[in-house]
């Protein structure tokens, strides 16, 4: 069992990395206190249902697709934009269930992910230095004083903005709109209007008969008409982590209800820092993201701190190396972990460790991240273990924001549809081509 939240060094007193220099300290204690007495987003016995998925990923038994927003925003979080974010990715899961031949784990970057870490604390534009944009739950994006002071007031304004998201998602995965037939209509429109190369025309007409199958022969069941999507987003802001963090009636145990899954990021996984500290105390399923400079020591520390007791799907390391080092650099993290005789699910981030500049504009190349995703399942194919899931930054819209794919999404275009509020996304062509493409190398698996 972990330690509870009356165990252990005092809230505050552990080093707590990428935290914005909140100017009020009262007020911020002020919303922590609004913000634990409001209700759980999400419910403990939800997790646990999730740890199972999280469990028979990490054996191979389902294949988790985890992606989002790389920032959401308060403005962004309108019924349209949901409803795309969610489209695609129950489009992506359909492929994906198709080539994986295992039940696919949906889980957003949403209802929460509104805070980010920064490389730099400063921004400068033409001379002017200013606190960098931390995310809306801290500061505005808008480039002036005024609207980057971190203002704890937002904290509330993700509780609320999440507690909706949710509301609708809850709404339509269980209200039909995350039917199979209609879903795979979608993905059918997208071959049709010349959405990617004809490759993939066979991979849909099989899908066509495997449904047309189920029909005859009467297998339509509710499981068909609704799908779980789980919540998630990086466990970045102390006190709003630690304000969502309530004792399970159950089982008297602490659960983080801000989400279903939280993941400890690259630049806030200090061995005894307050982020591991925090995700070492509650019972959800954790993820933690690990760069190319992680060494198979940090992993064990890393697992020896967060699942002690070895439980089936508590931890998820979320790999983002780089398409230039994922093949020298994940097989000793691996090889270490495996022959340690401990079970984690593995998926590939291919997103964060091939973002390029392009004249002053964050960007990343569609063929960079198929690269990395090819060499994580490469990796562990090679080593007979199981590439368990992919993580991507993704969204419904036709964003111009990387570039590559069949669209021919070029530099130059980049200034059309650039709409992040910090990294940058597939749009919806980018994010079905990738799982296009995933499904034919689980196929494989
Ligand atoms: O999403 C991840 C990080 O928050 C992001 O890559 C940081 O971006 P920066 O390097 O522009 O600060
Ligand atoms: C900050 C993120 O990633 P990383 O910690 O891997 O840089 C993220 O996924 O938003």
Redesign the pocket.
């Known amino acids: 069992m972990s330690a509870d939240l009356s165990t252990g060094p005092a809230p505050g007193s552990l080093p707590a990395a990428q935290q914005p220099e909140w100017p009020d300290p009262a007020a911020l204690a002020d919303v922590e206190r609004q913000l634990a007495a409001l209700p759980p987003l999400v419910f403990a016995a939800e997790c646990d249902a999730l740890k199972e998925r999280v469990a028979a990923a990490a054996r191979g038994e389902a294949f988790w697709l985890q992606g989002g927003d ?2 959401e925003t308060f403005a962004g979080a309108t019924a349209d934009a949901i409803r795309g974010k969610l489209k695609t990715l129950l489009q992506m899961a359909v492929v994906l269930t198709y080539g994986a031949s295992v039940p696919v784990v949906k889980v957003g970057r949403i209802a929460g992910q509104f805070a ?5 604390g400063m ?1 400068t534009r033409d001379g002017v230095s200013l606190p ?1 944009y931390r ?1 809306d739950a801290v500061n505005d994006i808008a480039f002036t004083s005024e609207a980057r002071v971190p203002d704890p007031r937002r904290l509330l304004q993700v509780y609320n903005t999440s507690a909706a998201t949710l509301n609708l998602l809850r709404a339509h995965t269980q209200g039909g709109f995350a039917d199979l037939r209609q879903v795979h209509e979608w993905n059918k429109g997208f071959l049709r209007s010349g959405g990617a190369t004809t490759r993939y025309e066979q991979m849909a007409r099989d899908i066509d008969r495997a449904i047309s199958f189920l029909h005859a022969v009467g297998a339509e069941s509710e499981t068909l008409h609704r799908v779980d999507l789980w919540t998630s987003h ?1 466990q970045l802001l102390i006190e709003y982590e630690r304000a969502l963090t309530r004792i399970d009636s159950r089982t008297g145990t602490p659960y983080n209800t801000s989400a279903h899954f939280v993941w400890i ?3 806030t996984r200090q061995l005894d820092g307050a982020h591991v500290d925090l995700a070492a105390r509650v019972r959800n399923p954790i993820g933690v993201k690990l760069g190319p400079t992680t060494s198979p020591d940090d992993a064990l520390a890393l697992m020896d701190k967060l699942d002690p007791h070895r439980e089936p799907g508590r931890l998820t390391f979320i790999i983002r190396m780089g398409a230039g080092k994922i093949r020298d650099n994940l097989p000793p993290l691996v090889e270490k972990i495996t022959a340690s005789g401990r079970q984690v699910l593995w998926v590939c981030d291919p ?2 460790g091939n ?1 390029i500049d392009v004249g002053g504009v ?1 960007t990343r190349r569609f063929d960079d991240v198929m690269e990395e995703v090819r060499g994580f399942f490469d990796v562990h194919r090679a080593l007979g273990t199981v590439p368990g899931g992919v993580h991507v ?1 993704l969204t419904g819209d036709d964003v111009t924001e990387c570039i590559g794919g069949a669209g021919g999404l070029s530099e130059p275009d980049l200034k059309f549809r650039y709409e992040t509020a ?2 940058p996304r597939l749009n919806h062509q980018q994010s079905l081509e990738l799982a296009f493409q995933v499904a034919e190398l689980l196929a494989d698996r």
């Open positions: 790389c920032a980010k870490p920064r490389s730099s921004e960098s995310g990086e990021g690259e630049r997103m964060h973002t964050k930054e910090c990294d």
